[in-house]
Structures are given as structure tokens and as C-alpha cells.
């Protein structure tokens, strides 16, 4: 087995652990494997042991992994920061976006989306952290929001995603994404179909699945420690 193989079968034994524990039923969460960075190799190895669905954060270094991928059936979500010069390319060529925030980027996606294409799957980023340097809306925001974005034509508004800063205990990992639950159940009670909450990462899966996480996002678990200079390029290129 290979050592993609094995991260991949070592997180979904840690998924189903956390389902165990949290008294949910096991595969409760689907798994993303964050590929950014990580070359087209990789991506065919983790294929090749079962993994569909595949998250990409910058556009310049996504595009290229879609075309010489595109033999694979590939579920590709989108959760980098949305800039209004991208969504264009973003409409036309992923399945889900996890990081929207604003109505205006909402309406462009929308706008954008192929006609002979399905509804594009959103997700709205909330800002549970307070960061001023993280993308998201704010939570008080947040249902305003929702309501505006499930009016738009060619988008199906799901969930909520969120990224609560790094270091937290156990404690406050399940806090903060407890908020991300609540505004869930809120935004269900008001009449919104939605199901999804993306949240959970490498470090801070089991407490996000504990709070009702039902796709995480991993990465660093999965294909390694990411390159620091690479990232950056990639930023500045996005």
C-alpha cells in the first residue's frame, strides 16, 4: 500500500471513529482531500484508492490539474478566496464552492454558471473566529445572507463552511464550530433546505464531527506537510 493509500484509509478510520463517538452513524462525514499544492500524481494515487472528491483553493494552479484530469470522475469544490476577475472560470468548472461571502459574488457565480450545467453547490463561509485577516461573513449576517444567495437562479444554496483559527483546546474547537451548527439549525427553521456543513480539518476533525460536521476538509493528513514558498507563489499568482 502506498503512502496515500494509507493516509487516506488512517483518516477515514479517524472519521468513522469520531462518528462512533459522537453516537452518529458511521461515514457521517464525507471526506474532501484538500489537493492544493500537490501535483496531478497524487491526485491519480488518491483516486486510485477510492477518494472522488477533490478541494483546490487557487484557481492558477487548478485549472491545469481539471484538464489533465478530466479523464477521472472528479467531484471538484472550490474553497479558496473568491475574487469577482475569477468566478467566471469558477462557475464553468467546479461542482461546489465552499467560500462565499457576498451577495455580489453570489449573483456573479450565478450569473455565470453554464446553462447545460447543474446548480452549482454553495456553501457560505462564516467568520466564527472574528479574524479581520479570515474571509466570511459575519454570523449575525449570515441568514440574511442565506436567504439572499437561495433566491439566485443556478446556484443551490447547502450549508455553511468555517475555519476557526489554529491552537484551540478541544473545547474551544467545539465551540466555535457549534456557532456553525446553530446558525444551520436557525437557517432550517426559517425554511431553507439546507444539509450541509463543511468544516473540520486535519487538526480539528474529531470536534468538528462532534458538533455535526458532515463533509471535512482534509490535506496535510493525507498528502503531507505543505511547502511554505510554494503556497505563497501560489497566493500572489491567484
Known amino acids: 500500500m502506498g503512502a496515500i493509500a494509507a493516509a487516506l484509509q488512517a483518516c477515514r478510520k479517524r472519521i468513522d471513529s469520531a462518528c462512533h463517538a459522537a453516537g452518529r452513524a458511521k461515514n457521517c462525514a464525507h471526506l474532501m482531500a484538500v489537493s492544493k499544492t500537490f501535483p496531478v500524481a497524487a491526485i491519480r494515487q488518491a483516486y486510485a484508492s477510492g477518494q472522488r472528491v477533490f478541494g483546490e483553493s487557487y484557481l ?113 474547537q467545539r465551540s466555535r464550530f457549534r456557532q456553525v451548527a446553530a446558525l444551520l439549525t436557525t437557517a432550517q427553521a426559517a425554511g431553507l433546505p439546507l444539509d450541509t456543513l463543511s468544516m473540520g480539518m486535519s487538526d480539528d476533525l474529531e470536534a468538528a464531527i462532534m458538533e455535526g460536521a458532515n463533509m471535512v476538509r482534509v490535506g496535510t493528513a493525507i498528502f503531507g506537510a505543505r511547502q511554505k514558498i510554494e503556497l505563497n507563489q501560489l497566493e500572489q499568482a491567484s
Not at 83 to 107: C, G, L, Y
Open 60 to 172: 492558477q494552479e487548478a485549472l491545469p490539474k481539471l484538464e489533465q484530469l478530466a479523464d477521472l470522475a472528479i467531484e471538484w469544490h472550490f474553497i479558496g478566496p473568491l475574487q469577482s476577475n475569477k468566478t467566471r472560470q469558477i462557475a464553468t468548472h467546479f461542482d461546489w464552492v465552499h467560500s462565499v461571502a457576498r451577495e455580489k459574488i453570489a449573483q456573479r457565480l450565478s450569473e455565470q454558471r453554464p446553462a447545460d450545467m447543474p446548480p452549482l453547490q454553495i456553501c457560505l463561509q462564516v467568520n466564527v473566529s472574528g479574524e479581520a485577516s479570515k474571509s466570511g461573513v459575519e454570523p449575525d449576517a449570515a441568514l440574511a445572507l442565506a436567504r439572499a444567495i437561495s433566491a439566485l437562479p443556478n446556484l443551490q444554496l447547502r450549508g455553511f463552511m468555517a475555519i476557526p483559527e489554529p491552537g484551540l483546546s478541544l473545547p474551544a
